[in-house]
C-alpha cells in the first residue's frame, strides 16, 4: 500500500523521529506498518529493536535493491514508512521514484531551510519524471515557541512551490527528544508533556494522510 519517505539530506532535522513516531501512530490504528532503514547511521532501526512491542522494519540502503524491494513491501504491507539518507545520493532518487509521499521535516534556520530547497528539487524532478509523483507535504520541527526564526521560517516555507506546506509546527519538546533513549515513542509514554507532543504528532500525521489520500 502507500509508502512514504521522509526526506531531507540534512542531518538531524528529524527524520528518524518522524519516521518511528509515524510507523507507531500508524500501528496504533491497526494499519500495519514496515519501517525501511535507508540511513548508514540506522538510527531508526536501532530505535525499534529497543521498543518494548514490535514495529517491523528492514535495513536498506542500496538503490538497487531498494528499487527491487519497495515494491514487495507495498505488497506485503499496509503501510510502508522510509527513513531516508542523510544525503542525496542515489539512495534519494531511487526512493522518491517510488514513493507515493515525501514527508519533509525542516528545522527553523536559514542552513536548513536552504538544505530543504535541495530536496525539493529532486522532489520536483521525480514529479516531472512521474508526472506529479510522489505528492510532498513540508513542515517544521523542532521550532522554539516565540522565536522569530520560527516566524520567519514558516513564511519561507509556505511559498515553497510544488509542495504542500503542513501548517502543524512539530516543537522541540524534551520529551520527543528523550524518547529515543528511553526505548519509547511519546505515543506510550505518560504525563502531561507527552500527551502534548503526541496531539501535535497526531494532528501532523492527519494532515499528512490527506495530502497522500487527496
Ligand atoms: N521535535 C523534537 N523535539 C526535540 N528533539 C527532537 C525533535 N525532533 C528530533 N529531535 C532530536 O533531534 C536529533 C536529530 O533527530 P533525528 O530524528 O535523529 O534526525 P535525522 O534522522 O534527520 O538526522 C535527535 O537527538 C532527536 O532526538
Ligand atoms: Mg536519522
Known amino acids: 500500500m502507500p509508502t512514504i519517505i521522509v526526506v531531507n539530506q540534512k542531518g538531524g532535522a528529524g527524520k528518524s523521529t518522524i519516521s518511528v513516531h509515524l ?3 500508524l ?3 491497526k494499519k500495519a506498518p514496515l519501517v525501511v532503514d535507508a ?3 540506522r538510527t531508526s532501526s536501532i530505535w525499534l529493536e529497543s521498543l ?13 535493491e531498494l528499487l527491487e ?10 503501510w510502508v514508512v522510509v527513513d531516508g539518507p542523510a544525503t542525496l545520493s542515489e539512495t534519494t532518487r531511487a526512493l522518491l521514484l517510488w514513493a507515493d509521499l515525501a514527508l519533509i521535516p ?13 530536496t525539493v528539487r529532486l522532489v520536483r524532478q521525480a514529479k516531472a519524471i512521474r508526472g506529479g509523483l510522489p505528492k ?12 522569530r526564526l520560527k516566524d520567519e521560517a514558516f513564511a519561507v516555507l509556505q511559498q515553497v512551490q510544488d509542495v504542500n506546506f503542513l501548517e502543524t509546527i512539530i516543537h522541540q519538546r524534551q520529551v520527543v527528544a528523550d524518547s529515543f533513549g528511553q526505548g519509547a515513542t511519546v505515543f506510550d509514554m505518560s504525563g502531561t508533556a507527552a500527551g502534548t507532543a503526541r ?6 500525521f492527519k494532515q499528512a494522510v490527506e495530502i497522500l489520500n487527496g
Do not use: H, M
Not at 52 to 64: A, K, R
Not at 69 to 78: G, I
Not at 106 to 118: E, F, K, Y
Not at 136 to 147: H, Y
Open 136 to 147: 510532498a507535504a513540508i513542515f517544521l520541527n523542532k521550532a522554539i515557541k516565540g522565536t
Open 69 to 78: 524491494q519497495l515494491p514487495k513491501f507495498a505488497e506485503t504491507y499496509e
Open 27 to 29: 500501528q496504533r490504528q
Open 106 to 118: 525542516c528545522q527553523p534556520s536559514g542552513v536548513d531551510l536552504a538544505s530543504a530547497s535541495d
Open 39 to 41: 540511513d548508514g547511521q
Open 199 to 204: 496531539r501535535e504528532l497526531e494532528r501532523l
Open 52 to 64: 518494548e512491542y514490535e514495529i517491523p522494519f528492514q535495513v536498506l540502503q542500496d538503490p538497487n
Open 23 to 25: 510507523a507507531r501512530w
